[in-house]
Structure formats: C-alpha cells, structure tokens
C-alpha cells in the first residue's frame, strides 16, 4: 500500500485560502486520489477526488471554492482551499484508492476563525 503524509494546515481566518498537499511514498499514477475531511462529532466526508485520468469531483459544499490537482510524476496531490467559511474547519485526510483498497494518510488540521 501507499503511505500518505498530509501538510499544509493550519489556522486561517473566514475567507482565506490555504493550499494543502500530499505526498506519496510510491507512485500514485493507477490511483485514484481523494481529500476527506471529518469535522468534531460528525462522519468523514469526501471534499475532493480526482482520478487516474485527471477528471475530478467535488462535495457540493466546496464547489468553486476548492480546486484539487495532482502531479504522478511528483507522486503528489494538492487541495487548495479560497473563501475559506468556518464550517470548513476540520481533520483533512489524503486518500488513495486502487481496486478498492484504501490507503489514507494521518490527517491535518484546518482551522477557519476569526
């Protein structure tokens, strides 16, 4: 399995952008790659998901607001997150999915306040 790490949190005031990344311990080409994120007391939920071929997804919540990207080459995925809302804050969880196997990296913390 790919081992994950997650950077890039932090605390951001409302609106304010932050641009997380996630880096591979192997390539990531025949993944399909995704950003979850699981806010106190509530159920871990896709943000993000982009697929081998570069089609990507969003949660309804984020669209226009957050851009994900990946680079194989790289072995890296990217989420940068505009017009950041408090209810934005959250553990965000790299995930890379192939067959059905997940692998997920430990989490960063995204704090939206004032």
């Known amino acids: 399995q790919v081992q994950l790490v997650e950077s890039g949190g932090g605390l951001v005031q409302p609106g304010g952008s932050l641009r997380l990344s996630c880096a591979a311990s192997?390539?990531?080409?025949?993944?399909?790659m995704g950003w979850y994120r699981q806010a106190p007391g509530k159920q871990r939920e896709l943000v993000a998901a982009v697929l081998s071929a570069g089609s990507a997804n969003y949660a309804d919540s984020v669209k226009g607001r957050f851009t994900i990207s990946r680079d194989n080459a790289m072995n890296t995925v990217w989420l940068q997150m505009n017009s950041l809302k408090p209810e934005d804050t959250a553990v965000y969880y790299c995930?890379?999915?192939?067959?059905?196997?997940?692998?997920w990296g430990q989490g960063t913390q995204v704090t939206v306040s004032s």
């Open positions: 995930n890379a999915n192939r067959f059905g196997v997940n692998s």
């Open positions: 192997s390539s990531i080409r025949f993944y399909a």
